[in-house]
T-cell receptor, first 115, second 114 residues
Framework: EAGVTQFPSHSVIEKGQTVTLRCDPI?????LYWYRRVMGKEIKFLLHFVKESKQDESGMPNNRFLAERTGGTYSTLKVQPAELEDSGVYFC?????????????FGQGTRLTVV | GDSVTQMEGPVTLSEEAFLTINCTYT??????LFWYVQYPGEGLQLLLK?????DKGSNKGFEATYRKETTSFHLEKGSVQVSDSAVYFCALSDLETSGSRLTFGEGTQLTVNP
């Protein structure tokens, strides 16, 4: 069974440009999460989809970030325009159920560098 | 809100040494507790978990016990190997107050030398 897949693995863009990150969750997982780790600090929650609906987007830093999950399958996270402080590693995770016993499976992350 | 505090790193040990990485948490509800590990060049993997007080999670020789009275979930291993070199993250999920999302600590970089 394929795990959570993220594209690209690395991205280097200039300040002001647009970048789109993609996440393919494990097939059948309704829950999809985006997280970010900036400057070696803690991994912070960005948002949570249940199927195609945004369940919780309280962690989105500002309106330059737009997440979508078309048809409840893969998800994209667009940053437009990118700023220097957006640099970091963006992780996607998926899970099947919504309980205290549920394990979230993570992708390898996308390392974004804004110069 | 919920928070997780991990001991400051990085940690460097010799092979076969004893490892402890401290983790304490603050939560409004009754959280589940996790340790995730990120090996070089890989994504996060669940190492172990505990869902109620006094539960002990264990995997690959690592152990952690859910201590509600001290709000702690310290990670231990009796004899580390070079292959244990990785970044370790303590995390919680507090279903009643913040849903299924995870709250992470800052991570602890472990390097094991031969």
């Amino acid at each position: 069974e394929a795990g959570v897949t993220q594209f690209p693995s690395h991205s280097v863009i200039e300040k002001g440009q647009t970048v789109t990150l993609r996440c393919d969750p494990i097939s059948g997982h309704d829950n999809l999460y985006w997280y970010r780790r900036v400057m070696g600090k803690e991994i912070k929650f960005l948002l949570h989809f249940v199927k195609e609906s945004k369940q919780d987007e309280s962690g989105m830093p500002n309106n330059r970030f737009l997440a979508e999950r078309t048809g409840g399958t893969y998800s994209t996270l667009k940053v437009q325009p990118a700023e220097l402080e957006d640099s970091g590693v963006y992780f996607c995770a998926s899970s099947q159920a919504h309980s205290r016993y549920t394990e979230a499976f993570f992708g390898q992350g996308t390392r974004l560098t804004v110069v | 809100g919920d928070s997780v505090t991990q001991m400051e790193g990085p940690v460097t040990l010799s092979e076969e040494a004893f490892l402890t990485i401290n983790c304490t948490y603050t939560a409004t509800g009754y959280p589940s507790l996790f340790w995730y590990v990120q090996y070089p060049g890989e994504g996060l993997q669940l190492l172990l978990k505990a869902t109620k007080a006094d539960d002990k999670g264990s995997n690959k020789g690592f152990e952690a016990t859910y201590r509600k009275e001290t709000t702690s979930f310290h990670l231990e291993k009796g004899s580390v190997q070079v292959s244990d070199s990785a970044v370790y993250f303590c995390a919680l999920s507090d279903l009643e107050t913040s849903g299924s999302r995870l709250t992470f600590g800052e991570g602890t970089q472990l390097t094991v030398n031969p």
